[in-house]
């Protein structure tokens, strides 16, 4: 457990922690460099803004030496200090992936776009403020695509993109110090491989095809996520191995609470595959993720001819067809 919020793992990378969310999460974001640097994600609002500047000051440097603010995508805990990160670090230039471009016009419009709502939910996010009301339009000063890189002293920062989350979202890989800064690509707290977010821009089949890449890559030495779940050498693959086979693992429950009952609807999916694995989501995700997530599931269950979406039934349903003896 890290207390103090700046963390110096080498002389040229440092954590910057914010406080504690409502699920007990760290919203991380990462200074990286040593003459010149650049900030990856800025952590919600009014919470880390404050201690970059701090962490700056700590190495004998100015504002004006901060070159790159890289963001991995729109989501309010990895963006939402931009705005004042710009007005302390002036020289600093703002860059997002070039898909995330319409959505920067008004960012809290990601909460509608990218997940839906039934009209009581609607309404809940009409009355109740949360971290998506906190992001305002903003024009980034630089739109990458996948495979670009930017010089940093002696390092290059290249992105990867990986959509699988949600549309734009992005990997950034430091080649000198082998560190892979995923943003949400492995989890989403609670900070367990079982808790991470597809949105309904993502998809289960670039995710894998994307996990599948992680583990595969040799020349990564450090994950850096943007929240809890730093890793590091001997420990990156087996971490990447345990998310993958926490997805399997959900989708070995829904299969099995699906040969229990033949017609459930999505709210009792969840309800029951949350309850047995012990998954419990904090404001306002206990409300965007899940169905978000088990939507991904359904969708390639129903690809592989495993599982039949029940269109006629109302609310919409879904069975378990493939055989039994497949599963058990």
Known sequence: ?????????????????????????????????????????TGRKGSIENTFLEAI?????DTKDVKYIFITHPYPDVIGGVYRLKKIFPKAQ???????????????????DNFKFTRKEKLYFAIKKDPFDDLEKFKPDIYFKDGDKFELDNTKLMVINFDSVCKGHSMFFATKERAMFTGDALNLYPALPSSYLIDFSGSY?????????????QNISMICPAHDGYQEDRHVIP?????????????????MAMTEQKYLTMNELIERVHNSQGIVWYHPY???APKANM?????????????????????VTYTYIAPKDEFF
């Open 57 to 61: 000051h700590n190495k004998g440097k």
């Open 286 to 288: 206990s409300i965007l």
């Open 205 to 217: 089949k670039d995710w894998l095809k994307n996990l599948s890449f992680l583990e595969k890559a």
């Open 1 to 41: 457990m890290i207390s103090d919020p700046i963390h110096t793992i080498n002389d040229k990378l440092t954590i910057i922690d914010g406080p504690s969310g409502d699920g007990g999460e760290r919203n991380r974001g990462y200074l990286l460099g040593k003459d010149s640097f650049t900030i990856i994600n």
């Open 94 to 112: 703002v860059a997002i992936h070039e898909k995330c471009e319409e959505i920067m016009k008004d960012p809290n419009a990601i909460r509608d």
């Open 239 to 255: 971490y990447i191995s345990d998310v993958k086979e926490a997805f399997n693992q959900f989708e070995n429950q829904l299969e």
């Open 295 to 315: 939507t991904a599931h359904l969708a390639k269950l129903v690809d592989e001819q495993k599982v039949q979406r029940n269109e006629k039934t109302d609310p």
